[in-house]
């Protein structure tokens, strides 16, 4: 994904920054997303693991990204309270 765009993204509903999700962050939501224990803010159950994804700088929402395309609609956004083991 180009940085630039990444650079100028922020959350739609904080306006914090966001960064890409780190190859152990994304293992770690994946391995929770196989388990069956992630849902989006609206509460609708994640089921497809994640190719790559951004992450607020506070660490508290994740938005994923299909095809270099972030899906920045705050009702599809994985909440990290309920991620047990992702790292910082």
Request: proline content about 6%.
């Amino acid at each position: 994904m180009d940085k630039r765009l990444i650079d100028i993204l922020c959350c739609p509903t904080s306006k914090s920054p966001l960064t890409l999700l780190s190859k152990a962050q994304l293992d770690a939501l994946n391995a929770a997303i196989a388990d069956g224990m992630v849902r989006t803010v609206a509460g609708a159950a994640v089921g497809t693991p994640l190719a790559a994804g951004l992450i607020t700088t506070d660490g508290k929402v994740i938005y994923r990204i299909d095809d270099d395309i972030p899906v920045m609609l705050a009702d599809e956004a994985i909440g990290t309270t309920q991620l047990t083991a992702l790292p910082a």
